[in-house]
T-cell receptor, first 114, second 113 residues
Framework: EPEVTQTPSHQVTQMGQEVILRCVPISNHLYFYWYRQILGQKVEFLVSFYNNEISEKSEIFDDQFSVERPDGSNFTLKIRSTKLEDSAMYFC????????????FGAGTRLSVL | GESVGLHLPTLSVQEGDNSIINCAYSNSASDYFIWYKQESGKGPQFIIDIRSNMDKRQGQRVTVLLNKTVKHLSLQIAATQPGDSAVYFCAENIQGSNYKLTFGKGTLLTVNP
């Protein structure tokens, strides 16, 4: 069964450093998302991406964040200058947009900012 | 404002019992609801969904009930098994919102053998 894959599974970085989290959405899906989950809290929407552009972003998604779909398969989230409070699980999700609008999630990347 | 919340943060049941996990939402514009299961160290996994034009939907061992009058959603798991132990989130999708999901806080279900 097709699945969303994310790499790395765990990323440790120093405060102020740039990180890139990578995702490969399901191949015939058209909408792509990033969510984050701070330890013990609910999953929060960050950004949605459709037709090669951001379709919506949350207040969390400030100028330090960016997303890119550099080729036909990858979808990345970049944090330019990480802060301690960016430590969280980051989940990528994709949606086909034909029939059911079920979002399928990857296993996540745990980001630890020291 | 929009919000999705859960009444019970934890639920402990015996293997074989039925489990009921509840969720409240406040945005009447929500038209689609999903239950996700999250096991430790994994991403949310789709369980079952329901559209706002339905009151009930059944899957394999799971049933979702939607009461739009009181903006309440529940997930029923029949004959709960140890493998059902996880955190369960309800999520809502609001019309015109790029299908983004708003999640509730989650309920930890523990199944005792």
């Amino acid at each position: 069964e097709p699945e969303v894959t994310q790499t790395p599974s765990h990323q440790v970085t120093q405060m102020g450093q740039e990180v890139i989290l990578r995702c490969v959405p399901i191949s015939n899906h058209l909408y792509f998302y990033w969510y984050r989950q701070i330890l013990g809290q609910k999953v929060e929407f960050l950004v949605s991406f459709y037709n090669n552009e951001i379709s919506e972003k949350s207040e969390i998604f400030d100028d330090q964040f960016s997303v890119e779909r550099p080729d036909g398969s990858n979808f990345t989230l970049k944090i330019r200058s990480t802060k301690l409070e960016d430590s969280a699980m980051y989940f990528c999700a994709s949606l086909r947009l034909a029939g059911k609008n079920i979002q399928y999630f990857g296993a996540g990347t745990r980001l630890s900012v020291l | 404002g929009e919000s999705v919340g859960l009444h019970l943060p934890t639920l402990s049941v015996q293997e074989g019992d039925n489990s009921i996990i509840n969720c409240a939402y406040s945005n009447s514009a929500s038209d689609y609801f999903i239950w996700y299961k999250q096991e430790s160290g994994k991403g949310p996994q789709f369980i079952i969904d329901i559209r706002s034009n339905m009151d009930k939907r059944q899957g394999q061992r799971v049933t979702v009930l939607l009461n739009k009058t009181v903006k309440h959603l529940s997930l029923q798991i029949a004959a709960t098994q140890p493998g059902d132990s996880a955190v369960y989130f309800c999520a809502e999708n609001i019309q015109g919102s790029n299908y983004k999901l708003t999640f509730g806080k989650g309920t930890l279900l523990t199944v005792n053998p």
